[in-house]
């Protein structure tokens, strides 16, 4: 049914229920002028009704989720993603604007325009591996309709930090009767890096040309390999 209703008496057309652009934007019917003593004697008139718009609806963005993942070592200025969102109404009602409400302390930028996000400042993962980041977007009616969405980043590692050693200096005490495979110590590196990046293989660099000693390439332990005589290596 229509959502107008004619007064019999005045003519007068006025609303009955809610309207909405975005749902139907024009409407056409007739309307009937009889005389009340004759009803054979009768007009029609058609009325056609277009809808202006009102701003009434916020952007909306088109997706539910954002989420990207970055390389740490990613070059300031590179494009990480692009936000986009639609309204529904019409002119300047419809003109879409982005910003963000958290930039991670500028750590990203945002295009005003085209809601393209670039970063705009050097990642260390080790430091932060993710953000957060809020954006608005907003149209250009009155009165102003925004609505927010959250854009995720992950920091995604690379190989960019050395294995660092527990300790500066590891000493051990070894009788020289001590067996073949007797445990001597055991060394441990850390990285800052995760995943593959992070795993240590231990090697023997210098000070061994004897072969007396081997490591394991995982664990760090040293072990004997060859029988020592105090008194030819004292």
């Given at each position: 049914?229509?959502?107008?209703?004619?007064?019999?008496?005045?003519?007068?057309?006025?609303?009955?229920?809610?309207?909405?652009?975005?749902k139907?934007?024009?409407?056409?019917?007739?309307?009937?002028?009889?005389?009340?003593?004759?009803?054979?004697?009768?007009?029609?008139?058609?009325?056609?009704?277009?809808?202006?718009?009102?701003n009434?609806?916020?952007?909306?963005?088109?997706?539910?989720?954002?989420?990207?993942?970055?390389?740490?070592?990613?070059?300031?200025?590179?494009?990480?993603?692009?936000?986009?969102?639609?309204?529904?109404d019409?002119?300047?009602?419809?003109q879409?604007?982005?910003?963000?409400?958290?930039?991670?302390?500028?750590?990203?930028?945002?295009?005003?325009?085209?809601?393209?996000?670039?970063?705009?400042?050097?990642?260390?993962?080790?430091?932060?591996?993710?953000?957060?980041?809020?954006?608005?977007a907003?149209?250009?009616?009155t009165?102003?309709?925004?609505?927010?969405?959250?854009f995720?980043?992950?920091?995604?590692?690379?190989?960019?930090?050395?294995?660092?050693?527990?300790?500066?200096?590891?000493?051990?005490?070894?009788?020289?009767?001590?067996?073949?495979?007797?445990?001597?110590?055991?060394?441990?590196?850390?990285?800052?890096?995760?995943?593959?990046?992070?795993?240590?293989t231990y090697?023997?660099?210098?000070?061994?040309?004897?072969?007396?000693?081997?490591?394991h390439?995982?664990?760090?332990?040293?072990?004997?390999?060859?029988?020592?005589?105090?008194e030819?290596?004292?």
């Open positions: 049914s229509l959502p107008f209703v004619i007064d019999q008496q005045t003519g007068l057309l006025t609303t009955r229920a809610l309207i909405d652009r975005e139907k934007s024009s409407y056409y019917f007739h309307a009937l002028a009889h005389d009340n003593l004759n009803r054979e004697w009768f007009c029609t008139s058609s009325i056609k009704i277009l809808l202006s718009d009102v009434d609806n916020p952007p909306a963005f088109t997706e539910n989720e954002y989420m990207v993942n970055v390389p740490e070592d990613s070059k300031p200025g590179i494009i990480v993603g692009k936000v986009h969102a639609i309204d529904p019409l002119g300047i009602n419809r879409v604007r982005y910003s963000f409400i958290d930039s991670a302390e500028n750590t990203f930028i945002i295009d005003n325009k085209t809601g393209i996000i670039r970063l705009n400042k050097p990642l260390d993962r080790e430091t932060i591996d993710s953000f957060n980041l809020t954006v608005s907003f149209d250009s009616g009165p102003l309709l925004s609505s927010t969405k959250l995720m980043v992950k920091v995604q590692d690379v190989n960019d930090n050395a294995p660092e050693f527990t300790r500066t200096l590891y000493e051990a005490v070894l009788f020289e009767n001590a067996t073949i495979g007797s445990e001597v110590t055991s060394i441990l590196a850390t990285s800052k890096d995760i995943g593959i990046n992070a795993h240590i090697t023997i660099t210098s000070g061994n040309d004897d072969n007396f000693f081997s490591i390439p995982s664990s760090g332990i040293i072990s004997l390999s060859k029988p020592l005589d105090y030819s290596v004292k």
